[in-house]
């Protein structure tokens, strides 16, 4: 089992959480200051940190597995740098790939399920080693979808998710979705729950977030 669920950090937790439940994901967990939500085809982690601190904003990669020791054994037996850690989570595994990043792979005991919907969660990887990455994500079982001749491509998990790697002259993780339904409509609906969006095109849906980046929605 490999589930996308990239972790967004921010000191404004309630407004992001009503943004994502403004564009359809289902709030599966809620821990107060921790929460999940669900797409039916990848989730997003979110965490509360202190406004103003280094953390306050940024995305991380993290994925969900079923069973986090036989996934550090197949991911070693790949080639790919990993190892049991105790998380905030509890047990858990870590995987540290070339570039320097490092994320986790997390344990879930009972599945909640959402079914299909119309978004598909996209965790995008902007990397100084591109290779690295693709070769990490490989290793973890996520399936590869498209390798661009310029370098970059996209990968599949199989219980849900989407992940782009990006070469670029530093390392991080953005939050993208992919919409498979009617952009307008969505911005329609974003709108009335007091969400400000911009269509740049017909494939294409922009959105600022309460930490004030931009979220783009994109047509598969």
């Given amino acids: 089992m490999l589930r996308v669920r990239p972790i967004h950090l921010t000191s404004r937790l309630e407004e992001y959480a009503h943004l994502l439940t403004a564009l359809g994901l289902r709030c599966i967990a809620d821990d107060g200051d921790r929460r999940v939500f669900d797409s039916g085809n990848g989730r997003v982690g979110l965490l509360r940190v202190d406004a103003g601190s280094a953390e306050d904003g940024t995305t991380g990669l ?7 020791e036989i996934f550090v054994h197949r991911t070693l037996a790949d080639g790919t740098p ?3 850690v105790d998380s905030d989570y509890g047990p858990a595994a870590r995987v540290d790939a070339p570039d320097g990043t490092a994320f986790l792979a997390v344990p879930v005991a009972q599945e909640i399920l959402v079914g299909p919907g119309l978004l ?3 965790m995008h990887w902007h990397t100084t080693d591109d ?7 490989a290793d ?6 498209i390798t661009r001749p310029g370098g970059g491509s996209f990968f599949r998990a199989k219980n ?9 002259g530093h390392n991080g993780v953005e939050l993208g ?4 339904g009617d952009l307008a409509a969505l911005g329609a609906r974003l709108t009335a729950a007091g969400v400000a969006t911009d269509m740049p095109d017909a494939d294409a849906l922009s959105l600022r ?3 004030g980046t931009a979220l783009r929605i994109l047509r598969p």
């Fill in 131 to 137: 290779a690295g990455a693709r070769k990490v994500l």
């Fill in 209 to 211: 977030t309460p930490d």
């Fill in 120 to 122: 598909t969660v996209v």
């Fill in 82 to 84: 990993a190892e049991l």
């Fill in 140 to 145: 973890i079982g996520a399936r590869p979808l």
């Fill in 177 to 180: 979705l992919e919409y498979c």
């Fill in 160 to 168: 849900g998710g989407l992940v782009a790697t990006h070469p670029a």
């Fill in 62 to 68: 993290e994925f969900e597995v079923r069973d986090h």
